[in-house]
């Protein structure tokens, strides 16, 4: 029997992992977030600290959690930042595009 299939191997062991990967997360957190940043958006983390200060480019308001806007076709283009409300409503608007115009173009 496979010893990571074993339920009281498992018991014994899972804890001790999550310490050591929550320990290496702290540990290394600023180079985790910079990997992150660089491989999902193209940029470096001072210039993500810049970004998130400015206010969101579609209704100009500051939120205390700002979003990097990007597109999810090309990797490493992002757009700009904005407010969670901008965000999510973007998102939906990206979404369901054709059938918003498709609607719009028959009440007209």
């Known amino acids: 029997m496979n010893k990571y299939y ?7 062991h899972s804890k001790a992992h999550c310490k050591r990967t929550r320990r290496y997360y702290a540990k290394h957190r600023l180079e985790i977030r910079d990997r992150y ?13 810049r ?3 400015k206010s969101c480019q579609i209704c100009n308001k500051y939120a205390k ?9 090309i990797k490493g283009n992002y757009r700009g930042v904005l407010c969670p409300g901008c965000n999510s409503r973007l998102g939906w608007y990206e ?3 054709l059938q918003i115009e498709k609607y719009l173009s028959q009440s007209l």
């Open 6 to 12: 074993d339920p009281v191997y498992y018991r014994k």
């Open 37 to 49: 940043l660089k491989r999902r958006y193209g940029i470096s983390s001072k210039e993500y600290t």
């Open 51 to 53: 970004l998130i200060k």
């Open 65 to 73: 959690i700002m979003f990097v806007d990007h597109s999810h076709l």
């Open 95 to 97: 979404k369901w595009t």
